[in-house]
């Protein structure tokens, strides 16, 4: 047995060494398979893949055993339609299974995802990629591990010379921390992956092993930290995939003092924020929900001052099906958000006018119209006017005025304003869109005062993107189709950084080195947003809704004629698709159907690639 407790066997007749178990010591199971023929074998049902034997080869296919069968079934394998990798079984022995994906045997993908998956279960949910230690795998635990304390904060602050660096979100931390007092340069941190990753919390791992080890001479640190419970009651909601999930994206940049007295130490921080999912304030997926907060509201003290009662009775949160989540405590959140925002310096006033603003919503969810002049127009039902004066209150406008601005609208024809009627579904879509308005703009002042309180001297910065990660639904919005564009070119930028700097240093050092195949995303990022050779899906779209008689039909058209020959581009019956959508192939595998509607709030329709 090796030092590492791996077993080898020694033959003290021919004084061979080997990893393999002879023939004469295996047992008769043993003797059966043939640990020098060996291939990975799909796993469906987990989409991972385990090791096999094969036991024997024919024409069309192979019969496999797996490795761990314990008396399971042998498998058939079709030689046709599926690429078979093949196994080394040494490959797999835990000593051959490192912390860096990069020094594997092998970079198939099963080895990849089998590595990661050994580690896993060792509760090891980090693992480098690459020697320089700057790309990091995080895999999620869904269990608190005790990983993020004091000690392990102390020691990856102060990393050993002599040992290498575990992986590890707070290696990356100090990593970048160091780099940038060293260099005083900025330096930023990108975090991508699926919905429910992880992303949000390695970005708070981050911030809060730099809020410990630079620290602050105002406390402006523990700010920075409070930020944190108020963007996610308002910027996240339980979604299908996460019950805490990010829908919008964040740049966050910790400010430090470059020179001085407090020279390393934080002096502030400033938030961006991007692409809010506007839509999910008045209709969140079944079994999803809206912003946390507005649950948080209807279960506060608040309530009563608010108008407010149980969740269940306003339309935009009770439409989903989706009201309490077991993993939720909108109370106690609630608390957190309240001493958050006192913490961050908000005055009663401001907290008041952001609790306001979304209960404003909630009773605007309510509001009914009815059919006037023969379906041609429209007034709010009489038993919704109270919910008209509600909303009226809490947003501070006159009653009788925003009922009126719901049921007609403007439109300036060669100079002269004219008012026209809304039919019933115009007034509701004027709800709605007022109610997305009022949150989108109520987010964006959020985030200002936000920045106002922990804003501080910008020296040199670290920068943390949480961005919401790629999602397909049923329904697509044309924020999804932003959202997952944005996951493309965070992909792309990873594959840059990985592959091809990987290379550039072989190439550098004159090594020899077989060139690793990955996945572009140039031709999907191309089809979306190049201006050459062909303009992409979005600047078509961008055309389309300045053309006076732009139209789903012709900005489609346009589309299909253009990329029609794109292999990660389908439109039309051939491809599955009807209607005025068309599908996009993503990098996730995935293929999704976009939106129907141009500019203003389209819809769309996803199915799993086929
Ligand atoms: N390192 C971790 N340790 C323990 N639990 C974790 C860890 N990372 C994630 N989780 C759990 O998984 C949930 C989802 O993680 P998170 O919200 O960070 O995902 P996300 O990648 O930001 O997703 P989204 O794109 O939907 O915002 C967390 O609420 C938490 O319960
Ligand atoms: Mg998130």
Redesign the pocket.
Known sequence: MTVDGGDYYHNIVTDEVSWEKPVELQTAEERQTDTSDCIWLEEKSEGGWVPAYVLKRGSNSLKARPVDSKGGKDVDVPLKGGKLYPLTMSHIDKRFLPDDLVLLQSLDPPLVAYCLRHRFQENK?YTWVGADHTVLV?L??????P??GPSQIAEFSAPSPNRLQAPH?FAIANAAYRAMTGAKADISIL?S?????????????CLNFLADVAGSASGVEQRILQANPILEAFG?AK?L???????FGRWMEVHFHARGLHENSISGAFVENYLLEKSRVVSAGKGERSYHIFYQLCASPWAASLSLGDANGYAYLASSGCVSVP?IDDTGDFDEVVTALSAMGFAQEDTQWLFFLCAAILHLGNVKFSPTDGGEGSAVAQAAQSHVGLAAHYLQVDQAALGAALVERQTVVRGEVQRMRNNVKAADEAVEALAKAVYSAMFDELVKRINAAVGGERGVAIGVL??????IFEKNSFEQLCINFTNERLQQKFNSHTFTQEESLYVAEGAPFDKVPFLDNTPVLELLSAKKPQLGVLILLDEEVRTPQGSDAKWLAKISERHGANPVFGSGSGAGCNGFSFLIRHYAGTRWDAPRTPGAAPHARAQPHS
């Open positions: 949910i995080s999620n635990p869904f269990k608190r591990l990983i993020y979100t975090i992956g699926e919905s429910g990753a992880g992303k949000t919390e390695a970005t708070k791992q996240n979604t995939r996460n019950d805490n999930s990010s829908r993993s949480d961005i919401f990660g790629f999602e």
